[in-house]
T-cell receptor
Framework: DVKVTQSSRYLVKRTGEKVFLECVQD?????MFWYRQDPGLGLRLIYF???????EKGDIPEGYSVSREKKERFSLILESASTNQTSMYLC????????????FGPGTRLTVT | GENVEQHPSTLSVQEGDSAVIKCTYS??????FPWYKQELGKGPQLIID?????GEKKDQRIAVTLNKTAKHFSLHITETQPEDSAVYFC????????????FGKGTKLSVKP
């Protein structure tokens, strides 16, 4: 079974802190994604990566950055957390150009106070 | 930009009844349409998908239909059970991308015993 793990299920941070969310997949997938999930808004793409050291902006990249130093790991970074970044963060991965199915991790619920 | 509209946002049915969720998409280049189920506290999980060269696909109590001309696709769940209660998301690929998905806003399905 494909497994996507996220470093924390719940996280509470203060405004202005630097926050790291880690995601690891064990199926050698080329593609990795970070989404944000908010009630009534569905899943919105923050950043994605097709390969190591490669990143592309999604629909809502402002206030976020990413890092992909190894194929299996994709990190989401909040440089200076703000209260409007309180949300559920979901990581996903998929095969290359022909495998569209995305496998999701369990999510990290981040609260910024 | 491209978008996916999903209806209804909430759906309540009696156990044993059928449930239908409908989505429309705007990108004529979309060619892959997955449906995800998200249970409380978990990440979304793929339950069924369909590619643009197929009009219908069935897996036990779940079926998906696709009308490319009208740009809409639907999820059908027959003989619903309480464990079908969850949030369901439809999605469509963004044309020209390497499998990037755009998601509907979700449907909360409640199956009453």
């Amino acid at each position: 079974d494909v497994k996507v793990t996220q470093s924390s299920r719940y996280l509470v941070k203060r405004t202005g802190e630097k926050v790291f969310l880690e995601c690891v997949q064990d199926m050698d997938h080329e593609n990795m994604f970070w989404y944000r999930q908010d009630p009534g808004l569905g899943l919105r793409l923050i950043y994605f990566s097709y390969d190591v050291k490669m990143k592309e902006k999604g629909d809502i990249p402002e206030g976020y950055s990413v890092s992909r130093e190894k194929k299996e790991r994709f990190s989401l970074i909040l440089e200076s957390a703000s209260t409007n970044q309180t949300s559920m963060y979901l990581c996903a991965s998929s095969w290359g150009t022909s495998g569209y199915e995305q496998y999701f991790g369990p999510g990290t619920r981040l609260t910024v106070t | 930009g491209e978008n996916v509209e999903q209806h209804p946002s909430t759906l309540s049915v009696q156990e044993g009844d059928s449930a239908v969720i409908k989505c429309t998409y705007s990108d004529s280049a979309s060619n892959y349409f997955p449906w995800y189920k998200q249970e409380l506290g978990k990440g979304p999980q793929l339950i069924i998908d369909i590619r643009s060269n197929v009009g219908e696909k069935k897996d036990q109590r779940i079926a998906v239909t696709l009308n490319k001309t009208a740009k809409h696709f639907s999820l059908h769940i027959t003989e619903t059970q309480p464990e079908d209660s969850a949030v369901y998301f439809c999605a469509a690929t963004i044309g020209g991308s390497q499998g990037n998905l755009i998601f509907g806003k979700g449907t909360k399905l409640s199956v009453k015993p």
